[in-house]
């Protein structure tokens, strides 16, 4: 007698649909934790690379018995620029043209355009997307030069300009709780409000009294939420420059607050630190460590960490 074989169950279609939404459950859950993954490795390299810039600092300080000058004696080439040696870059120091006096134009004539057009992995966080600049060798990473200069004056560690560089021994406020540089995400390099993070703002007037500091900032913080008049934004366009909003940030803003010249004077504006890593900034202090300060640090505490010498030590358990 013939036995019929019973057909070979399958899956129903009910299982099948239970099986795609799990699998795409469990993507779902993934792909934020593999996101976040990569992003704390990027976040990890941004910080090393701020590190090794301390590290070649100290070798220069070791050596001059002085910080980089913020600008070279007035020839406005950065600490950057000097910190190449230091830095395994001895070849491309020695291609800088330094008697030229022009460390960065935008036109292939210059001298050092080639120099200033060479960008730098150390010089570049892993977070921040290049901008869609012309080719110069951006900075994610600036020195503190100061607290506000209409207000305090220059008093950070790296002065633009004639001014000689700062000396360990004018760093009075110590050096465990004195801002030696810091990051900032690079310029959208086109005019109009892009990220605010990004862009800089030209208050409408310029508002340059020691006075008239908390009026500034105030002005600066509007333009984001007016959608002020903004310029093209410079921050970090290029390495070889050592200028406001280039190579030097200051403390007048918090973290990831707005840029802003002020009126049109650019040394009296803010340029501020900024980050993608969320809601605070890289900031690497004058005795070599690195910590993550937050956006809602007390803007008192801020600026006094910007200050070299303004005899307000707040200590690191201040922040």
Request: with cysteine; aromatic share 8%; glycine share 12%.
């Amino acid at each position: 007698m013939l036995k019929l074989r019973s057909p070979k169950a399958g899956l129903t279609l009910i299982e099948i649909l239970v099986v795609i939404a799990t699998l795409g459950l469990l993507l779902g859950l993934l792909l934020p934790a593999i996101q976040a993954s990569r992003e704390a490795a990027r976040r990890a390299g941004c910080a090393s690379n701020l590190r090794q810039i301390g590290v070649a600092i100290h070798s220069y300080l070791t050596d001059m018995q002085s910080f980089p000058p913020g600008s070279n004696a007035g020839r406005a080439f950065s600490m950057h620029a000097m910190l190449l040696p230091k830095l395994g870059e001895t070849r491309l120091y020695e291609q800088i043209e330094f008697r030229s006096g022009k460390p960065f134009l935008s036109y292939s004539y210059d001298e050092n355009f080639s120099v200033s057009s060479v960008s730098l992995s150390v010089f570049l966080c892993p977070s921040d997307a290049r901008p869609s600049m012309q080719a110069n060798g951006f900075t994610n990473y600036a020195g503190n030069g100061g607290s506000g200069t209409q207000a305090y004056g220059y008093n950070g560690i790296f002065v633009p300009g004639n001014a000689p560089p700062v000396v360990p021994g004018s760093v009075i406020d110590g050096f465990s709780s004195t801002a030696l540089m810091a990051e900032w995400m690079l310029g959208g390099g086109a005019s109009g409000v892009q990220d605010p993070r990004r862009t800089v703002f030209a208050t409408p007037v310029s508002l340059i009294r020691p006075d008239q500091l908390e009026l500034f900032a105030e002005q600066c913080r509007l333009q984001v939420l007016e959608a002020g008049q903004s310029i093209t934004s410079n921050k970090g366009a290029n390495w070889l420059y050592g200028e406001f909003g280039h190579t030097i940030y200051n403390h007048v803003l918090n973290p990831n607050e707005s840029s802003c010249t002020n009126g049109t004077l650019v040394h009296e504006g803010a340029w501020t630190a900024s980050s993608l890593h969320g809601e605070g900034s890289h900031v690497l202090f004058v005795d070599g460590h690195i910590q993550f300060l937050r956006n809602s640090i007390h803007k008192n505490i801020w600026r006094a960490i910007g200050s070299r010498a303004g005899g307000d030590n707040c200590g690191t358990d201040a922040f």
